[in-house]
Each structure stands twice: as C-alpha cells, then as structure tokens.
C-alpha cells in the first residue's frame, strides 16, 4: 500500500484530456511538501515529468501541466497521444516516514 | 550530456549482500550540489527510494533499508556504490540510479536505465 494513492488506471481518446489524481496527507503533501510526476514508458526508466508541482523540464510538452491543493495534487494531459501511453507516477515527501515517497503509479491507456 | 549507468550481477543468493555500481558520465560527482540516489523497482510494482549519497560524502538511507544499506563514493571514477546486505526474495527489483535536485520535495532526474537484480539461490 503506497503512501500516495493514485488510480490504477485512466483512459482516454486520442485529443482528449485526462487527469490523474495523487492524494496524500498531513504528513507528505498536506505538510507543504512539493508533488513531482514522472512518466515510465514500458520497459524503460521514469523520465521526470513535472518538479515542484507544476514545473516542466526542458523538453516536456506544454500538454503536460500539475496542480496541487491541500494534501492532493494531479497530472493533466491535454491533447492525447497515443506515444502517452505509460505508467505515471507522483513522488513527495513524507516527514513521518523521513523518505521521499512514490505514489503505485497509473497506467494510462490512449483508446 | 549527463548519462548514469547501473552494473553488478544480476543474480544474488539469499542471505547474501547485493552490491552495485552507478557510473556517471558527462558531470562530475564530487563538484556537483546534487546528491546521488538508490531507487527501486519490484516487478509490476512501485518505486522505493533506498537512500542517497551527497557529493561531499554525506549519506542518507531510508528508514526502512537503514539497517542493511551503504551507500558509498568513488570519485576517482566518478561513480557510486550501493551495498545491501541479507537480501531475501522480497530485494528481487529493477534497481536504478539517479541525481537528485534539492527542493522542497527532491526530484530525481536523469535515472540509470536500470539493472534487474534477482535474489534466489
């Protein structure tokens, strides 16, 4: 059970958009701590994403953006591509557990 | 370019210390602010920290792992190390290397391409 809950899965037509959800809690996001994103494509490394909740490394379309609000934060993607389909993962802090810790991840399926 | 690349066996035997090696290319260890992460992998599942090593030599590991982790530098090959110690089935992973940012929350990017470490006898 990962401290940070995602959904296991999303889905969306290609040009869609879609949100993923990363819920934490007092301790980790609702602590004031940031929300990084990063995208695992099968069989590869994770490729950050998003850092400091809604910052994109250079190279990361303009469709990928984060929010965060209270203990949650979310991943959206605009105009979706079929090259999207991928594990994403949301990673913060947590000072109870004194790591830095992942969310299971979702898979987004582009239909 | 900064490029990391994991080596070690891939096979360990229970009871037995796992030990790996992250080469960094394109940067060097010991003039960089960064520090130098363990992160893992277990088949079809999520992604754990293990611990991390600062440039200047200073470590941190995660409370879960303390016991059993080391974390260590060699900059004269600008490479870095992890040791884990009594490994059972439960270490079997994809173990990755990565350079951490300090943030408030540390991000981790580039990672390694990753090396699956199998623990069975």
């Known amino acids: 059970q990962s401290v940070l809950t995602q959904p296991p899965s999303v889905s969306g037509a290609p040009g869609q958009r879609v949100t993923i959800s990363c819920t934490g809690s007092?301790?980790?996001?609702?602590?004031?701590?940031?929300v990084n994103w990063y995208q695992q494509l099968p069989g590869t490394a994770p490729k950050l994403l998003i850092y400091?909740?809604?910052n994109r490394p250079s190279g990361v379309p303009d469709r990928f953006s984060g929010s965060k609000s209270g203990t949650s934060a979310s991943l959206a993607i605009t105009g979706l591509q079929a090259e999207d389909e991928a594990d994403y993962y949301c990673q913060s802090y947590d000072n109870t557990l004194s790591t830095s810790v992942f969310g299971g991840g979702t898979k987004l399926t582009v239909l | 370019q900064l490029r990391l690349q994991e080596s070690g066996p891939g096979l360990v035997k229970p009871s037995e210390t796992l030990s790996l090696t992250c080469t960094v290319s394109?940067?060097?260890?010991?003039?960089?602010?960064?520090?130098w992460d363990w992160i893992r992998q277990p088949p079809g599942k999520g992604l754990e920290c293990i611990g991390a090593?600062?440039?200047?030599?200073?470590?941190y590991y995660n409370p879960s792992l303390k016991s059993r982790v080391t974390i260590f530098v060699d900059t004269s090959k600008n490479q870095f190390s992890l040791k884990l110690s009594s490994v059972t089935a439960a270490d079997t992973a994809v173990y990755y290397c990565?350079?951490?940012?300090?943030?408030?929350?540390?991000?981790?990017?580039?990672w390694g391409q990753g090396i699956l470490v199998t623990v069975s006898s």
């Open positions: 990565a350079r951490a940012a300090t943030g408030r929350t540390d991000w981790f990017d580039p």
């Open positions: 394109g940067a060097s260890i010991s003039s960089s602010s960064y520090y």
């Open positions: 400091a909740n809604n």
């Open positions: 007092s301790s980790n996001i609702g602590a004031g701590y940031d």
């Open positions: 090593i600062y440039s200047g030599g200073s470590t």
